[in-house]
């Protein structure tokens, strides 16, 4: 049997991207940070995205059926630090928000960001497995090359450590 404590362990040794996890519900922003997010399928272009059923956000992105998903780069840390603190409506201050074909908020200046429609959505234990169609993608030049991550209970900058490995 795995002890939980040697799995949250193990689970902070790799690393993911930081994303914002989006939609809206009576004009009212909702979201959260999630790093459980990865490709699915090129046929039909579609994502994964696993949220904590326990997230004031869940219920709300499962009812709406539409999510956004906004890789964070690195240039937006400290904005990444007050969408993880904040809470409702909140978190979605100090930045400016792009609304698609769902009307998801995608965050403007992000590493890139897909608007999804959720297609199904399969019990992940304590998660919700989101499988989202992408309706739309934003690949901004600015940014594409840098990309904020999860890991160790912090956040690393991948461009950084780029740099840093091109310059030894």
């Known amino acids: 049997m795995i002890n939980s404590d040697d799995f949250r362990e193990a689970m902070q040794r790799f ?3 930081v994303t914002a996890i989006t939609t809206i519900e009576n004009g009212v922003p909702s979201g959260l940070m999630a790093t459980a997010v990865c490709s699915l399928s090129a046929d039909p272009p579609s994502l994964i ?3 904590n059923k326990a997230a004031t956000a869940h219920d709300t992105i499962l009812r709406q059926g ?4 906004s890789v964070l780069p690195d240039t937006l840390r400290a904005f990444a630090d007050h969408f993880d603190r904040a809470k409702g409506a909140d978190r979605f201050q100090g930045a400016l928000w792009i609304m698609q074909t769902t009307r998801a908020s995608l965050l403007a200046g992000a590493s890139v960001a897909f608007d999804c429609r959720i297609a199904h959505v399969p019990d992940g234990y304590s998660h919700s497995i989101l499988i989202g169609i992408i309706n739309e993608i934003l690949l901004p ?10 890991h160790r209970k912090g956040f690393v900058s991948v461009a950084a450590q780029a740099r840093e490995s091109q310059s030894g």
């Open 15 to 17: 690393a993911g991207p």
């Open 49 to 51: 995205a696993c949220i």
């Open 66 to 69: 539409f999510f956004g998903v």
């Open 141 to 150: 030049n600015e940014n594409a090359d840098k990309c904020l991550l999860w």
